[in-house]
Structure formats: C-alpha cells, structure tokens
C-alpha cells in the first residue's frame, strides 16, 4: 500500500474500473457526446479515454475516434475490447498512450471530448495550459472542445474534517467482491481535493487482496473554467448543468463546457 | 416601506460611510505598495477618500476615481481641510471604473475595498482590466483587494444575517446596520440588503435601505482573468499583512504586473 500513489498508477484499477465506475455512472453522458460527435462531422479525439466506455460506442455509430490515455493498463484493457468489436468499428478506433498535457499527433480533429471529469487530474495552472493549448493545435479552425467538469458543492466543501464514503459492495472481475470505501479532504486555498480510496478485493476462495489510493483532483468553478478557456484561445459557446443540456444552475450536479476554438 | 436602492448612489449613505466604515486596517498595506511602485497612484473606487487622504498626507501623488457624486462630495470637503501641500498631491474624478480615460499613466493601480466585486459579469471586468492595462507605465502594477468566499456561508439555505450593529452617525443620532444577504451559486453573485435604522432619544427617526450586489471570485478564477486580460500575477496576499493565502485567509489580495512589451 502506497499512501500518495494516485489511482491511475495501479494496474489492478484498470481490471476493475469497468465493474466499479461504469456501472453508477452509467450511460448518462453518452448521447450528448454522440450528439456532439454527429454536430461536428470528422474525426474525434477522446482525451483519457480509459477502457473505451465512451471511445466503443462512438466508434459503433460509425464515427472515426482517437483515444488518449496516460495508462498502459487502461488501454490493454481497451485494446482487449477493442478486439471483440467487429472489423469496420475496429477500423474506426486508434488508441495512443500519451499525456493530455503533452501530446502530439499528426491528425487534426473536429471535436475533442475530455469527460467524465478527467480535467481534473489536472492540478495545476501549467498542466491545465498545457492541455487546452494540446487541444486548441489539434482541432481545426472553428472546432468544438467539450469538457465536462463537476460542479462543486459549497456544502460539501466546506464540510469541517472532510467527507467520508460509506463503505459499498459490488462484482467485481473473475467472481470477486468487491467492498469500497473512502474519505475525501479539501483543500479550500488550493482548489484541490485529496480522494483516498480503500478497496477489500474479495475472491472467491475468500482471499482478500487490498488496495489503497490517494488520488489529488483540482475541482473548478464556473467562471474561472470561462476565463481559462478565453486565455487558452478558446470560447465558451454553451454552459450546461447536465446531459440535458439544461441551462447551468446553483444546484447543477455538472457543468459541461462547449467551447470553440478562436481565430 | 423605505425604497431600496444602490449604496452610495444617495447623499445618506455617502455621508454615513466615514461613520460606519469599520477600519480595515488595510492602509499600510497600500501605502507599501504605492511607495515601492513609484510615480502616480491611481485609486478606483476612492469613495470619500478613506485611502487617498492617508497616502497624500504621507507624500504621495494619488488619483482617485470615484461613480458616486455623493462620495467625491464628501471626499472633496474633507480635501479641503487639509494642508495645502497635501491637497495639491491630489486629484479626484468622477466616472465608472469599465471606462475611464485619462492622459496619465501610472505606476500603481489600486482597487482596494472589495470594489471590483462591483462588476457582476466578465465583460465589465474584462473593461476594468483593459482600461487598467492602457493606464499603467510599462512594468506598472495592478493591486485588487476581493474578498476571499466563506463557502460556508454561501452554501446556507436561506442566507445569512449581519449585524445589528450600532454606531453614531453624522447628527449625533444612533444608527443601527443589520443585512440579509443570499447567494446565487451559479452566477457567483450576493444580494444583499442593508438596512439602517436611525434613533434619537430611543425613538426612530429614519430607514434607509440598500441593495448591494457582489460577485464573489475565487482564487484561481482571478489568476486566469489576469492572465486573460495580460497581466502577470507577482503575488497573492491572504490579508494586509502579506500573509500567504490560505483556506481561512479573509482576503484575497492579487498584486499583478503589466509586461514590459505591451
């Protein structure tokens, strides 16, 4: 157990994200990116594509995707999936390892998707510059970025000692259990949060296997991620508060930016 | 029921400012700052001239620039009694601080008080800075004082209350300040509404009501809107003693430079 290693360094993660993550966050998102995928005809970059819960089924409307992802472990298990697709979505999808604060590829897209709030592993000023100018020489004249951010709840912020996760179970792979818990401390002065993640892998001969993270995420307000866009050259078009495209509210769970890149 | 209007935008609540004004112990800080920047010190917001009096008094060159007549009218009296000396180191104009235009350029541009939470959207801020960026010397700085956001409070169904509180004002009549003040969330605005209750040998006398409406701004939203508007963030204060910024720092205080090129 490494008290500092954030999520994304353990190889187990990647085996399990799929029946931790995608399960309660489900398929909310989709149609909005699909939607958006279908407003910007031409290729789509995905950054921090992870397994492919987004990156497959773009790919199976037909659309040319890219994902990118820091982890090697994420993307084996997308290439795995990758594989039981069938020939012409195969086709469609090309996954890279590389990091959204620097990377460059040769193609140039129509729409670059950051969500399920992967810009916030980006903790600083830098690595937030880094990735939107990243995206702003890879998009062509007049394309669209979407992010998708949380919206922070002041409340919860401001809770004194932090935020516990009750412990929780679900199936994990290979007929696992798998039994999560967590605490999460804010830093108010530094707009960080530190997310520690305890997980009780319990196999089914009994054997229990632990694993522990402690991972660092930047949460972001509402006008600080406009001003961030203008500087990085680029121009929030939409603001919404959920996959509805409901118009951003106090009580929005998310916040969604469409931004376009200026000329 | 008193109508309910902007603070400073009659001559009551100008005249009641000095008396209610509670010392926020920030005129070292500033008299600091515009000693090391030297040249003209520009002041936005001045008001009745809480700042700008102190710094001339101490030898500085200051110009204030203030929206409200009622303000500058009490700023403008209270000049007059002053040592000619320090009377002629300053200068007061009237008009919004998204637009101004001066021949002058200066070494310091400061707004203090919370006055740039005036400014409720972007675009008026974006104005602010730009008018700000074309008044500096080359290498000039720029000094704003916001309030660092109590989540805390913000996040309180219903609001919160101030005060009472109670102080003597111009004529010798009690006055008694309370506030309610609520916070939209998504716009990152306060309203909130004063209310002053004048007394005299325990009898009322007069309400006064006002409507003041902020924008609250957090940290790194300031640190991107400077570099948007081109300037570079030298520091960031949590309070007037030059504290670093911390969680429960009360003050969020940005010192900015104007690049060299521009």
Not at chain 1, 107 to 116: G, T, V, W
Not at chain 1, 207 to 218: A, I, N
Not at chain 2, 127 to 137: I, K, P, V
């Amino acid at each position: 157990v490494n008290a500092d290693s954030s999520r994304y360094k353990d190889p187990w993660i990647a085996e399990v994200y799929d029946f931790a993550y995608v399960p309660t966050w489900g398929e909310r998102d989709l149609p909005l990116w699909l939607a958006l995928a279908q407003d910007n005809s031409g290729p789509v970059l995905e950054l921090a594509c992870g397994t492919g819960r987004v990156l497959l089924p773009l790919a199976r409307a037909g659309f040319q995707v890219t994902g990118l992802d820091i982890s090697p472990y994420m993307l084996a298990v997308a290439r795995r999936k990758i594989e039981k697709e069938k020939p012409e979505v195969r086709s469609h999808i090309r996954v890279v390892q590389g990091d959204m604060r620097r990377f460059a590829l040769e193609a140039r897209f129509s729409l670059i998707l950051i969500p399920y709030r992967s810009f916030h592993a980006l903790l600083t000023r830098a690595d937030q510059r880094g990735c939107l100018e990243c995206c702003r020489r890879h998009l062509e004249p007049g394309a669209r970025l979407a992010i998708n951010v949380f919206h922070p709840r002041l409340s919860v912020l401001a809770t004194p000692g932090g935020v516990d996760e009750s412990p929780h179970e679900y199936p994990g792979p290979d007929g696992a259990t798998i039994r999560q818990s967590g605490h999460t401390d804010y830093d108010l002065a530094n707009q960080t949060l530190v997310w520690y993640a305890h997980y009780e892998c319990i196999a089914p001969d009994g054997l229990v296997e632990l694993h522990e993270h402690s991972t660092p995420l930047r949460y972001f307000f509402r006008f600080e991620m406009e001003w961030m866009l203008e500087a990085c050259g680029f121009e929030a078009e939409a603001l919404y508060g959920d996959f509805n495209r409901s118009a951003f509210q106090s009580d929005s769970p998310e916040m969604i930016f469409i931004a376009k890149r200026r000329e | 029921m008193t109508q309910e209007i902007g603070l400073y935008e009659d001559e009551w609540s100008a005249e009641v400012y000095d008396y209610h004004a509670r010392s926020l112990g920030d005129l070292p800080f500033w008299q600091a700052l515009a000693e090391e920047s030297g040249g003209t010190a520009f002041e936005l917001g001045c008001g009745t001239g809480r700042l700008l009096l102190p710094l001339a008094r101490a030898g500085l060159r200051v110009t204030g620039l203030d929206l409200s007549p009622h303000m500058l009218a009490v700023a403008k009296r209270k000049l007059e009694s002053e040592e000619p000396e320090a009377q002629a180191r300053v200068c007061l104009m009237h008009g919004h601080m998204v637009h101004f235009s001066l021949d002058e350029r200066f070494g310091l541009i400061l707004i203090p008080s919370r006055n740039l939470q005036v400014l409720l959207s972007r675009h008026e801020q974006r104005a602010c800075l730009e008018c700000c960026m074309r008044h500096l010397r080359p290498h000039g700085r720029l000094a704003i004082d916001v309030f660092n956001p109590r989540l805390d409070w913000l996040s309180k169904p219903g609001g919160f209350d101030d005060g009472p509180d109670e102080f003597l004002g111009p004529d010798g009549a009690t006055i008694t300040h309370t506030a309610h003040t609520e916070a939209d969330l998504a716009n990152q605005t306060v309203a909130s509404r004063w209310r002053y209750e004048s007394r005299e040998r325990g009898a009322k006398t007069a309400e006064h009501r006002y409507l003041i409406r902020l924008h609250y701004f957090f940290r790194f939203e300031m640190e991107w809107m400077l570099e948007a508007c081109g300037f570079e963030v030298e520091a960031l204060y949590g309070d007037f003693y030059r504290s670093p910024f911390a969680s429960d720092s009360p003050e969020t205080i940005f010192v900015a430079r104007k690049g060299g090129g521009k």
